[in-house]
């Protein structure tokens, strides 16, 4: 049976509600990052958990802002207090019978990307791959040439500012450039299919300890040094 549950607990200081769902078998958790824009709350983050929920992968949803905090537009910039709060839900994660055996990625929306990229940048965190939304890799503090894992960046084109970031902080990571990329997604429809596919590429399925899927077609991905 699976198992779903809303978790509240504090970090930081902050009181923050978890929706933890673990499919029966689940060899892999997805843990799933906003900072204060709701994730969940649109269709392609909506779907994204969906489909990652049916093939087997565990996901953590987060908002890293409270609730009280969401009006607050320095809450949801200031990516140390964010990091401080991802760190305390890791923390808990390891400690969690159901979590602490799971292979681990990272999905982060907007500042929860940030707040993502820091913490693998700053801490030793385990991950096996990463996509970031939108993400704000622009509030970025850490050195992300200290982030290894393969790492899939999800923008829109037609945003200058985000566009321009998105590029500079995928070529200052790490990772190999074989292992990096970046979706120009204007259609919501390629962001959920690559999105998936790149978890289904890097995570365990059910029951398959940590050997990976196999690959996923991810042609519509652009490959950046």
Not at 43 to 51: G, Y
Not at 78 to 94: I, M
Request: hydrophobic share 40%; charged share 25%; proline share 4%.
């Amino acid at each position: 049976m699976d198992t779903t549950q809303t978790v509240r607990l504090t970090a930081d200081g902050a009181p923050l509600t978890w929706q933890l769902l673990v499919p029966r078998g689940s060899s892999a958790l997805v843990v799933c990052v906003s900072g204060g824009c709701g994730l969940g709350r649109t269709e392609r983050e909506s779907r994204i958990v969906d489909l990652l929920r049916r093939q087997g992968i565990a996901t953590l949803q987060i908002d890293l802002v409270a609730v009280d905090e969401t009006p607050s537009r320095s809450a949801r910039r200031n990516v140390d207090l964010l990091s401080d709060r991802l760190s305390g839900v890791l923390a808990w994660l390891r400690t969690d019978d159901r979590t602490a055996p799971l292979t681990r990625g990272f999905c982060g929306v907007d500042s929860g990307a940030a707040a993502v990229l820091q913490t693998l940048s700053t801490s030793d965190v385990d991950g096996e791959a990463a996509v970031f939304l939108d993400g704000r890799v622009d509030l970025v503090t850490g050195d992300l040439d200290a982030v290894v894992l393969p790492t899939l960046f999800v923008a829109d084109i037609d945003h200058e500012h985000l566009a321009d970031c998105t590029r500079e902080g995928c070529s200052s990571l790490g990772t190999a450039s074989s292992e990096k990329n970046i979706l120009w997604a204007t259609e919501v429809a390629d962001a959920i299919f690559t999105t998936t596919a790149w978890f289904s590429l890097y995570l365990p399925s059910p029951g398959a300890g940590t050997e990976t899927r196999p690959g996923a077609d991810l042609a519509r991905a652009e490959s950046h040094d």
